[in-house]
T-cell receptor, first 114, second 112 residues
Framework: GAGVSQSPSNKVTEKGKDVELRCDPI?????LYWYRQSLGQGLEFLIY????????KSGLPSDRFSAERTGGSVSTLTIQRTQQEDSAVYLC????????????FGPGTRLLVL | SQQGEEDPQALSIQEGENATMNCSYK?????LQWYRQNSGRGLVHLIL?????REKHSGRLRVTLDTSKKSSSLLITASRAADTASYFC????????????FGRGTQLTVWP
């Protein structure tokens, strides 16, 4: 079946503009994660959604970052007033709940802030 | 903050040789996972080992876990050029749901 999809694949924006990144998880997966990967670095956790529970926002680096998940499926990560240090690959992953720990990753969105 | 730290940062070997990558972590874990990332692509799950397991195999992959030393190793036997990628360990703490803590990865290059 279809895997995790993300859009856009690439995004170039100017400093100060807002951007929205989209993630479509695997159908039926109740858990959804956003990570950020800077060049040559590991993955930095941003936010985690699990079903209807309150999301774990502990990884969001500043109040310019927010995310929502509508209807328990599609998620949107929004970065307001983008800065150059926001340039990175933003990865989304989903997993089944109830002990299925394997996370399935999308291809990522490459964000470049000029 | 990252918990897993891979060693070495980069590894270069010839086809047919074995590749060993290590991962150290800091706190108690529920499980440890290894992922692979080809350049410019998303991560692919390779193998998961639980805290009560010591060794696990999957094809040419062998993972060990030493919870007393808080370390894990990933062995790829008879490597192929197609194994060239970055390899990340990721740990999960506490309950079975929730975030993973990733290391910075080991960049493996296998020369034909």
């Amino acid at each position: 079946g279809a895997g995790v999809s993300q859009s856009p694949s690439n995004k170039v924006t100017e400093k100060g503009k807002d951007v929205e990144l989209r993630c479509d998880p695997i159908s039926g997966h109740t858990a959804l994660y956003w990570y950020r990967q800077s060049l040559g670095q590991g993955l930095e956790f941003l936010i985690y959604f699990q079903g209807n529970s309150a999301p774990d926002k502990s990884g969001l680096p500043s109040d310019r970052f927010s995310a929502e998940r509508t209807g328990g499926s599609v998620s949107t990560l929004t970065i307001q007033r983008t800065q150059q240090e926001d340039s990175a690959v933003y990865l989304c992953a989903s997993s089944l709940a109830r002990g299925r720990e394997t996370q399935y990753f999308g291809p990522g969105t490459r964000l470049l802030v000029l | 903050s990252q918990q897993g730290e891979e060693d070495p940062q980069a590894l270069s070997i010839q086809e047919g040789e074995n590749a060993t990558m290590n991962c150290s972590y800091k706190t108690s874990i529920n499980n440890l996972q290894w992922y692979r990332q080809n350049s410019g692509r998303g991560l692919v799950h390779l193998i998961l080992i639980r805290s009560n397991e010591r060794e696990k195999h999957s094809g040419r992959l062998r993972v060990t876990l030493d919870t007393s030393k808080k370390s894990s190793s990933l062995l790829i036997t008879a490597s192929r050029a197609a194994d060239t990628a970055s390899y990340f360990c990721a740990t999960k703490e506490g309950s079975t749901l929730g975030r993973l803590y990733f290391g910075r990865g080991t960049q493996l290059t296998v020369w034909p």
